[in-house]
């Protein structure tokens, strides 16, 4: 008798997603599969608006990194425009990103993350999550939430808003920095520096409790992207997209992230929304690659600042090559962090940031515009077609959370076969299945938070359907 | 000249025979809504906001199109009225794709203002959604039928005050396009001259400078008073 465990919906995460872990008839875990339960259809209504709205729309696809999406828009735009922004915009720009990677991160650390391995797996799940963090670590957390708040304080100086902020459009930004705006980004710089300095610590200091989760949570061998500059150095707003293995061997280098298409396929599932990319030359599903802090990290041949470089040595002695456990993008993401820090600071000291140049003009003069940048979750793809008036006319967009499908998806089995006896499903051994999706952050409409408060519901059925048994958690 | 003296919301005023209601009104500080009328156009009393009491009718009046008389006693912000103008704007924002949140004008649209100075957080009706298009053939602006309201103001400045008369209303009711020409694409107008006039009286995000992006669009109406200022009173006013 083959049975189905269903986990529904997956807790702590962005987004709306439930998993379903297959049973045979000898009790053992046959499969896993992560299904993403929303549709959203950005790219079907985008269709026959002009692309100067595109940013300000795309925006709209998340409200945690909406400046991610903002950035790609822009980034298609100028292409289609055939111009680059003028300095200051660009510097802007990549304040913007860094700010956001601060704030992304943060907030997957702090409030969604860290409850798992500070509180414990297996601790009260009515106070595994921040206000348990808060009730424990009042400091710790406040930290966190402070750490969260610069980043969107940048981010809304900029763009006038926190969530959704209308900054930037084809050929540069729609808003000036003022002198006071930077005096008050490195009035924050010291805190933020020591509130990740003490998560750092904190981490490091329990993630040895833990070598069961690290060993068997989404700990495997995967391709590797990201984007890394001309230096192969860490970079999250341009540059050229790099692969490595497992080993950390280069596997391609230097390609252009225009040209997507002649080297990342996208496959569709019938069981799940998200779309699911595969590195073309290894075919579907061989090419599963994962992108992200943990991949960037791999990808980079250092972070190009002297702080997050120190760190970075260290991370990379968890691995052979390139760090493979699913748990360390949590570690990984605290290196982006200090890694932003270091880069606001260094762009918030810079004159040139303040000018006034920060639109460049032109009409239309491609029909085809790709954007790429780094979001938090890794490389985003923003890829228009547009016809010789600018109404957008086929829009593909490649999230980073689908790039990082099928990895979820074997990183939600192994975690399964390891920690989930089908006859006596825990509390824990579910958390950690969830654990090893939230490894990756996945922003699955990047709209909605699901902090601890729904429901859990685990079904055992029959494969004829039949209801054997059910577990309702938090509700 | 008579005058006429009459009462707004409860205020005794005096205006010119001839004049309407809505301008005596705004000229005494009583603010009536309206999305259709610009001063310096002719009113053709499309968009029903400006509708008001007047004692011993028991019809509703616009305010724009009727004119004021010996001791009339007008009203002009009662439950009931303003009951009326919340179900106008919701059949507006139902009539179209209204998207504030993507538009051009967000933040600068005379439609949203008055949606929220009025209180208009839902709509009861349903959506129509209709499948409208966008024509950007013009080289410098742009037209979205989605956000149109059928005010005819650019109709109006494009014929009063241009006098190019490339745009006019086609069709009928709610399915009612402003088109240029005969239906063709803008860019390809023999008569629009490219003054934006149109542009700049349009209340929403319809029509719209081509390269803006969401909230970026901001629209300047002084350049009409300078215009109709000079034409009819011969009087430069900047």
């Not at chain 1, 995460?13 to 993403?36: C, L, M, N, R």
């Not at chain 1, 907030?107 to 106070?127: E, I, M, N, W, Y």
């Not at chain 1, 692969?243 to 040209?259: C, I, K, S, T, Y």
């Not at chain 2, 494009?158 to 694409?185: Q, W, Y």
Request: aromatic fraction near 8%.
């Amino acid at each position: 008798m083959s049975r189905r465990i269903l986990i529904n919906p997956v807790t702590r995460i962005e987004g709306h997603a439930k998993i379903s872990i297959y049973v045979d008839e000898t009790g053992e875990i046959s499969g896993a599969q992560f299904h993403v339960v929303e549709l959203r259809g950005f790219e079907k209504f985008a269709q026959g608006r002009p692309f100067h709205e595109m940013p300000g729309l795309m925006a709209r696809t998340c409200g945690i990194c909406p400046v991610s999406h903002v950035l790609a828009g822009s980034k298609a735009g100028d292409a289609l425009l055939g111009i680059a922004p003028p300095e200051a915009a660009q510097k802007q720009r990549r304040l913007m990103n860094y700010a956001q990677h601060l704030q992304s991160h943060a907030l997957s650390f702090f409030h969604l993350s860290s409850p798992d391995f500070l509180l414990g797996f297996d601790s009260d799940p009515a106070r595994r999550n921040i206000f348990g963090l808060a009730a424990s670590d009042p400091d710790f957390a406040r930290r966190g939430i402070r750490l969260r708040q610069f980043g969107q304080t940048v981010i809304e100086m900029l763009g006038g808003r926190r969530i959704h902020p209308p900054f930037s459009a084809p050929g540069g930004m729609t808003r000036v920095l003022e002198q006071a705006d930077v005096d008050e980004i490195r009035a924050w710089i010291p805190e933020a520096y020591e509130s990740v300095r003490l998560a750092l610590a904190r981490f490091k200091k329990v993630v040895d409790e833990y070598p069961d989760e690290i060993e068997h949570i989404g700990n495997f061998p995967s391709l590797f992207m990201g984007l890394v500059n001309r230096y192969g150095e860490l970079e999250l707003y341009d540059g050229a997209i790099r692969f490595v293995d497992g080993e950390g061997n280069v596997v391609a280098d230097g390609l252009d992230p225009a040209r997507y298409q002649t080297y990342i396929g996208e496959a569709a599932e019938e069981w799940s929304y998200m779309k699911f990319p595969y590195y073309k030359p290894l075919g579907y599903p061989g090419g599963m690659y994962r992108v992200g802090p943990l991949a960037r990290l791999n990808v980079c041949n250092s972070t190009g600042t002297p702080l997050a470089d120190r760190e970075l040595r260290e991370f990379r002695q968890r691995g052979k090559g390139a760090v493979c456990a699913a748990f360390y993008y949590h570690w990984a993401r605290l290196i982006e962090m200090l890694h932003a820090v270091e880069r606001i600071e260094e762009l918030a000291a810079d004159p040139a940031i303040l000018s006034k140049q920060v639109r460049a003009r032109a009409g239309q003069n491609r029909n085809l515009g790709v954007g790429v940048c780094e979001a938090p979750r890794g490389t985003l793809f923003h890829h228009y077609e547009v016809d010789d008036n600018g109404l957008v006319r086929k829009v593909n967009l490649l999230i980073a959370t689908g790039q990082n499908n099928l990895a979820m998806n074997q990183a939600v089995e192994q975690t399964a076969r390891r920690f989930l006896r089908p006859d006596q499903v825990t509390e824990g051994a579910l958390n950690r299945v969830e654990a090893a999706i939230r490894c990756f952050d996945p922003c699955l409409s990047c709209a909605t938070h699901a902090a601890g408060r729904w429901p859990l519901v685990v079904e055992f059925r029959r494969p004829s359907g039949e209801l054997l048994s059910r577990v309702v958690r938090g509700g | 000249m008579s005058v006429k003296t009459l009462v707004i919301d409860g205020k005794a005023v005096t205006g010119r025979a001839g004049e309407t209601i809505f301008n005596v009104a705004w000229e005494n500080g009583v603010r009536i809504p309206r999305l259709c009328h610009v001063g310096g156009l002719s009113d053709v009393g499309a968009c029903r906001l400006c509708l008001v009491e007047i004692e011993g009718q028991r019809k509703l009046a616009a305010a724009c199109l009727t004119p004021v008389e010996e001791g009339m006693v007008v009203h002009t912000s009662s439950e009931r009225l303003k009951e009326h103008r919340r179900l106008i704007l919701e059949l507006l924002l139902a009539e179209r794709n209204h998207v504030c949140a993507v538009c051009v004008m967000n933040g600068a649209c005379e439609l949203q203002d008055l949606a929220a100075e009025l209180g208009v957080d839902h709509v009861r009706l349903r959506y129509r959604f209709p499948k409208l298009g966008v024509d950007t053939s013009h080289e410098r602006f742009g037209q979205d039928q989605n956000r149109c309201i059928l005010c005819t103001r650019c109709v109006r400045v494009c014929d009063e005050v241009e006098g190019a008369h490339t745009k006019d209303v086609f069709g009928r009711g709610s399915g009612s396009l402003i088109i240029n020409d005969m239906g063709g694409p803008w860019g390809e107008s023999d008569t629009c001259t490219s003054c934006g006039k149109c542009v700049q009286v349009c209340p929403t995000g319809a029509l719209f400078s081509k390269g803006k992006s969401v909230a970026e669009m901001r629209k300047d109406r002084g350049f009409l008073k300078y215009i109709v200022t000079a034409r009819e009173k011969r009087e430069w006013i900047r």
